[in-house]
């Protein structure tokens, strides 16, 4: 069974840096893409960055310049490093992976799979 835990969040005054980690367990058979969404109070869930299985990324407009997705493929960890952050960078953010189990990808279907989230404050 598929697994995303993630860690690293935490409160930082603005200007600051956090670094979150998602750590996968369990067995997959294709990724399309892993990535970090975040949602804060009263909003709906926004993309914040991805990463393809080839490598290519993708980022919010609000983060460009200021967030980075990276992974370690070995380790079946991806990494999102925020810099110079913004008040109105706090929310709960949480790691996505986009992939297949073996059955799955027989039958076209990819999966959304989600972890628990981790907070992430920013306030003087």
């Known amino acids: 069974q598929v697994q995303l835990v993630e860690s690293g969040g935490g409160l930082v005054q603005p200007g600051g840096s956090l670094r979150l980690s998602c750590a996968r367990s369990?067995?997959?058979?294709?990724?399309?893409?892993m990535g970090w969404y975040r949602q804060a109070p009263g909003k709906q869930r926004e993309l914040v960055a991805t990463i393809t299985h080839s490598g290519d990324t993708n980022y919010a407009d609000s983060v460009k310049g200021r967030f980075t997705i990276s992974r370690d493929n070995a380790k079946n960890t991806v990494f999102l490093q925020m810099d110079s952050l913004k008040p109105e960078d706090t929310a709960v953010y949480y790691c996505n992976l986009k992939a297949s189990t073996y059955a799955d990808s027989r039958l076209g279907l990819i999966n959304d799979y989600w972890g628990q989230g981790t907070q992430v404050t920013i306030s003087s």
């Open positions: 369990g067995s997959i058979f294709s990724i399309n893409a």
